[in-house]
């Protein structure tokens, strides 16, 4: 299994990066957060793999951290959900937020994924609920509430939801929701 992969950007697509080591380009999947914090063509990456082997294809998907790739291969235990599906949940938000989403049962996060339906996301927060807990992730599963007041709140002020999840990444969770959104406009009037 490749469980790890460092060269040159090849190319770039919405989906995936084509990286160069060893003389080999290997087509890695990558969720948009980490696509997109990516380097530019013809610089150096590395990234932690997970290596999805089927009858008929073969494919890596690629991850900033190794937490972020830990997390992805949690998801996969869920029956139903498959590589594509984990990456998007991926995409939605923080792994901090998606474990707090998962700890509180509120499956507004997971639904947002094309198509995970309400009945998935309730088995995603059924099976991995206890699994976060038992693995140390009891401080994680706090309320959403303030997350969610923030996000609400830039999209009010006319920012997309996409914009809002992105900069409330950025933003230290042990803020209270005021100095949070007070944060975010910061980072957004950059």
Request: hydrophobic share 40%; glycine share 8%.
């Amino acid at each position: 299994m490749i469980a790890h992969i460092k060269g040159k950007i090849l190319d770039k697509t919405s989906k995936f990066l084509v990286i160069e080591a060893g003389g080999i380009g290997y087509q890695v999947f990558l969720n948009t957060n980490t696509l997109s914090n990516s380097p530019n063509m013809d610089e150096e990456v590395s990234l932690w793999t997970y290596m999805a082997v089927r009858e008929n294809s073969m494919d890596l998907y690629g991850f900033e951290t190794i937490d972020e790739k830990n997390f992805f291969e949690l998801l996969l235990e869920v029956s139903g959900i498959g590589p594509r599906s984990a990456l998007s949940i991926l995409s939605l938000a923080p792994i901090e937020i998606l474990k707090k989403a998962i700890g509180s049962g509120d499956i507004s996060y997971l639904t947002k994924v094309s198509g995970i339906g309400r009945k998935t996301a309730e088995k995603i927060v059924v099976e991995l609920r206890d699994k976060l807990a038992s693995l140390g992730h009891k401080d994680e599963m706090g309320s959403l509430q303030g997350d969610a007041d923030v996000l609400a709140a830039l999209e009010s002020l006319g920012y997309s939801a996409q914009i809002a999840r992105g900069v409330l990444k950025e933003i230290d969770q042990t803020l209270n929701t005021n100095d949070k959104i007070k944060e975010a406009l910061k980072i957004l009037g950059r």
